[in-house]
């Protein structure tokens, strides 16, 4: 399962489709970026909520697959430049977090 | 002394929204030199936890990263208010960070436990009022 495959399964925006065929495995839900670099894997799509220029930084660091943004939240225009210029694959999804989760497991 | 690669860098302390800037530089250039992924990415996390607290503990320092043959070097130096209680900031969940940067996603209180976690050896050289070194080792 590619990040493309998954945002057409899973209807997601593609906000920074920087790298469409990485490799998806697993996911990871939370805020708290310290939580994020502890547990997610590499690899992991990455559901929150957090739309600060760190979220970039911490979804290019931990090597996640794809950050999605849930609840519909929005991204400015220097955080979604940052994610360009760093390679990260940025999607969006008006669902809340937990049925983003159950949505992507039910996919990949 | 081996032949290795020095990348120095300045943390700004002054802009927390932003910080991370060194990890990534350096995240780019172990890239570039070709080393596994999971080295860099445990590199990368290290030095971020670290530099995220040089911003938002200590107002800012300096980094180093030594490449060496077989291992990774990081090294953070401050001249921040040093940490009282080493064992306590230790304990996952153990922060003294503002409600402004926890509004961030920061000041979970993982981040020491993290740099210890993705790390192969550890050392913290801290003085109260006068600073605090972070040395921290990766080996591959
Ligand atoms: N460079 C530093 N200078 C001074 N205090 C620090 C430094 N790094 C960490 N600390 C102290 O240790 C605590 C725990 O650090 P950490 O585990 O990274 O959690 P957090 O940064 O989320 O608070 C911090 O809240 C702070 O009190
Ligand atoms: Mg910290």
Redesign the interface.
């Given at each position: 399962m590619t990040v493309q495959d998954l945002i057409s399964r899973c209807h997601f925006t593609p906000v920074v489709l920087a790298d469409p065929e990485r490799e998806v495995s697993g996911c990871y839900v939370g805020?708290?970026?310290?939580?994020v670099?502890?547990r997610a894997q590499?690899g992991n799509v990455w559901i929150t909520i957090?739309t600060?220029?760190?979220?970039v930084?911490?979804g290019?660091?931990?090597?996640v697959s794809a950050v999605v943004l849930a609840e519909g939240v929005t991204l400015e225009q220097p955080v979604i430049d940052c994610a360009e210029a760093?390679g990260v694959n940025i999607l969006s999804t008006d669902l809340p977090a937990y049925e983003t989760a159950v949505l992507v497991h039910s996919v990949i | 002394m081996s032949e290795h690669l020095n990348f120095h860098y300045n943390v700004d302390g002054e802009n927390f929204v932003s910080a991370g800037q060194a990890s990534v530089q350096v995240k780019k250039n172990l890239r570039e030199l070709g080393l596994p992924p999971e080295v860099i990415r445990r590199v990368s996390i290290a030095m971020y936890e670290g530099e995220i607290n040089m911003v938002i503990h200590a107002d800012g320092g300096v980094a180093d990263v030594d490449v060496y043959e077989d291992k990774i070097v990081i090294t953070l130096d401050d001249r921040g208010p040093g940490i009282k209680d080493v064992a306590l900031a230790m304990q996952e969940g153990y922060s003294t960070a503002t409600d402004s940067v926890r509004s961030l996603g920061f000041g979970a209180g993982m981040g020491l436990p993290n740099m210890k976690r993705y790390t192969d050896d550890m050392r913290i050289d801290t003085t109260v009022g006068v600073g605090t070194k972070i040395t921290m080792t990766i080996n591959f």
């Open positions: 805020d708290l970026l310290s939580w670099m502890g590499a957090m600060n220029v760190n979220t930084a911490v290019s660091l931990a090597d760093r | -």
